[in-house]
Nanobody, 127 residues
Framework: QVQLVESGGGLVQAGGSLRLSCAASGRTFSSYAMGWFRQAPGKEREFVAFISWNAYNTYYTDSVRGRFTIFRDNAKNTVYLQMNSLKPEDTAVYYC????????????????????WGQGTHVTVSS
């Protein structure tokens, strides 16, 4: 079992930056692939970013590539999402997700592929 707790959300002006954190419980965090998803009001939850268990592989949805960076610190059981050049359309609840998965070459981009979810953190970008 893995429990995930996100933090770092808030209100920021367009063009600003935020860093989201996702702290995980459990002793096997380093064997989990991690993802960030987001859900805007009235919309489905969508994939944002992926990082493999060993951080060798990362992947982003097109709309955030070049602006967002996912990285992890396995010693701290934490995955991060650095968000720069934020836009109003980035406004959403951001969720981190985890799956025990040690095949680094396979990117997990759908909600069905993840087994554990955090409660979400709100990000609001004002224009």
């Amino acid at each position: 079992q893995v429990q995930l707790v996100e933090s770092g959300g808030g209100l920021v002006q367009a063009g600003g930056s935020l860093r989201l954190s996702c702290a995980a419980s459990g002793r096997t965090f380093s064997s989990y692939a991690m993802g960030w998803f987001r859900q805007a009001p009235g919309k489905e939850r969508e994939f944002v970013a992926f990082i493999s268990w060993n951080a060798y592989n990362t992947y982003y949805t097109d709309s955030v590539r070049g602006r967002f960076t996912i990285f992890r610190d396995n010693a701290k059981n934490t995955v991060y999402l650095q968000m720069n050049s934020l836009k109003p359309e980035d406004t959403a609840v951001y969720y981190c997700a985890a799956r025990f998965y040690t095949e680094a070459r396979v990117v997990l981009t759908t909600t069905r592929e993840y087994h554990y979810w955090g409660q979400g953190t709100h990000v609001t970008v004002s224009s």
